[in-house]
T-cell receptor
Framework: AQKITQTQPGMFVQEKEAVTLDCTYDTSDPSYGLFWYKQPSSGEMIFLIY??????QNATEGRYSLNFQKARKSANLVISASQLGDSAMYFC?????????????FGSGTRLLVRP | DSGVTQTPKHLITATGQRVTLRCSPR?????VYWYQQSLDQGLQFLIQYYNGEERAKGNILERFSAQQFPDLHSELNLSSLELGDSALYFC??????????????FGNGTRLTVT
């Protein structure tokens, strides 16, 4: 079975500083994908970044980067130069390629609060 | 805008009632997924449809059912509602082309309140 664990229920960061949100996963699938989503207080789910299990380089999208450590089964999200608008819930998710439904399994989330 | 449309945005109903949530996927997406998010919790996968057929089931109660129509829109039916069914219900879609790096694109959700 696949499992995503986010051990930080809540975090604070000072505006303009970088912050790392932790995510560990467990799967027996040899090929998988890892995703991060942002959920602001308004409720929508916004896709941020993707990392494939066979990707050689860590994924980056603007101020978001994914620190992928395959041996440790971790896929931490790094947000650089935090902005007030980054205050939100952040969810790590996984897709196993042997799962023909291609559904995403989500972690419990981390609530990030950016302080001015 | 993700391109996934969910209606209604809010729904308030009483215990024992039945409601229908509607979802229109992004243009061209064949797969529709339904998720439930209870208060301050992660998203729980309920059910998936692909091109009109059920493909996968998650933690969906027997009181809940769904379908996907020929025009690819989907409906989630919740019956004999209980207080614990109060949650944010998301629909998501994907092109479902070998999975890979295709993210799920989520609608804005339907917030269901059962009183």
């Amino acid at each position: 079975a696949q499992k995503i664990t986010q051990t930080q229920p809540g975090m604070f960061v000072q505006e303009k500083e970088a912050v790392t949100l932790d995510c560990t996963y467990d799967t027996s699938d040899p090929s998988y994908g890892l995703f991060w989503y942002k959920q602001p207080s308004s409720g929508e789910m916004i896709f941020l970044i993707y990392q494939g299990s066979y990707d050689q380089q860590n994924a980056t999208e603007g101020r978001y980067s994914l620190n992928f450590q395959k041996a440790r089964k971790s896929a931490n999200l790094v947000i650089s130069a935090s902005q007030l608008g980054d205050s939100a819930m952040y969810f790590c998710a996984m897709r196993g390629m042997m799962d023909s439904s291609y559904k995403l399994i989500f972690g419990s989330g981390t609530r990030l609060l950016v302080r001015p | 805008d993700s391109g996934v449309t969910q209606t209604p945005k809010h729904l308030i109903t009483a215990t024992g009632q039945r409601v229908t949530l509607r979802c229109s996927p992004r243009s061209g997406d064949l797969s529709v997924y339904w998720y439930q998010q209870s208060l301050d919790q992660g998203l729980q996968f309920l059910i998936q449809y692909y091109n009109g057929e059920e493909r996968a089931k998650g933690n969906i109660l027997e009181r809940f059912s769904a379908q996907q129509f020929p025009d690819l829109h989907s409906e989630l039916n919740l019956s004999s509602l209980e207080l614990g069914d109060s949650a944010l219900y998301f629909c998501a879609s994907s092109p479902d082309m070998a999975g890979g790096n295709s993210p799920l694109h989520f609608g804005n959700g339907t917030r269901l309140t059962v009183t």
